[in-house]
């Protein structure tokens, strides 16, 4: 019985729509309407400023943190990382927004938290590292998680390896629109970063030549 009290409660919080219900109840904005549409911390960002933006990326990391963390509150034998897979579950498919979701990232790395709080040093350290080089958050995301899978495979951990892995095929299926828009170079970016600089040193030349 607590196996399922776990489940659920790892769904339940993963399916909270901080994005949304930020917009909604102190913006009288439905991000789902605007920007990307997506519900998740870039968007919430890009619609509601980084204050809200801040505050939804804390929400979404506690939501896998807290998920992965109850077979230590509960004292249960099982492996964090399979709890908190379902709340990176609930993030994609919340039972509050009719089973629609943002792309995981964030509160993939609150399981990773609870799990190994070095990986997840690591991880947002690479993260940081491709949005400055790219300016894209979509580009380091994907990076991202996927450099997880790689040291997960090279250290031998084979539930993480699997957990990574799943979790790397479900970011980059999210991602499939941004995947293609970085193909063709149509892929927005965020205000900083070297991938902004040349995109906005290229487009001034072409004004200057026009």
């Keep these: 019985m607590i196996y399922i009290v776990m489940i659920v409660i790892a769904?339940?919080?993963?399916?909270?729509?901080?994005?949304?219900?930020?917009?909604?109840?102190?913006?009288?904005?439905?991000?789902?309407?605007?920007g990307s549409g997506n519900i998740g911390t870039t968007n919430t960002f890009?619609?509601?400023g980084p204050k809200a933006g801040t505050v939804v990326l804390v929400m979404d990391i506690l939501k896998g943190t807290l998920a992965a963390s109850q077979?230590?509150?509960?004292?249960?034998?099982?492996?964090?990382?399979?709890?908190?897979?379902?709340?990176?579950?609930?993030h994609t498919c919340s039972i509050f927004d009719n089973f629609h979701g943002g792309k995981a990232v964030a509160t993939s790395a609150g399981i990773l938290l609870a799990y190994y709080p070095l990986l997840f040093?690591?991880?947002?350290?690479v993260f940081i590292s491709v949005i400055l080089l790219t300016?894209?958050?979509?580009?380091?995301?994907?990076?991202?998680?996927?450099?997880?899978f790689v040291i997960a495979l090279c250290i031998h951990d084979h539930i993480l390896s699997i957990i990574a892995g799943i979790i790397t095929?479900?970011?980059?299926v999210r991602?499939?629109?941004?995947?293609?828009?970085?193909?063709?170079?149509?892929?927005s970016m965020v205000s900083?970063?070297?991938g902004h600089y040349l995109r906005e040193k290229r487009f001034n030349k072409v004004d200057c030549n026009k």
């Design 169 to 172: 095929l479900l970011i980059i």
């Design 71 to 90: 077979p230590y509150l509960f004292h249960v034998n099982v492996n964090p990382l399979l709890i908190g897979l379902v709340a990176s579950v609930g």
């Design 121 to 125: 040093v690591i991880a947002s350290l």
């Design 11 to 34: 769904y339940l919080l993963g399916s909270i729509p901080s994005g949304l219900w930020i917009g909604k109840y102190f913006y009288h904005k439905d991000i789902r309407k605007e």
């Design 135 to 148: 300016s894209m958050v979509s580009c380091a995301s994907i990076i991202g998680v996927s450099t997880i």
């Design 192 to 194: 900083f970063g070297l």
């Design 46 to 48: 890009r619609v509601l």
């Design 175 to 187: 991602h499939r629109s941004n995947i293609n828009r970085i193909i063709h170079g149509k892929e």
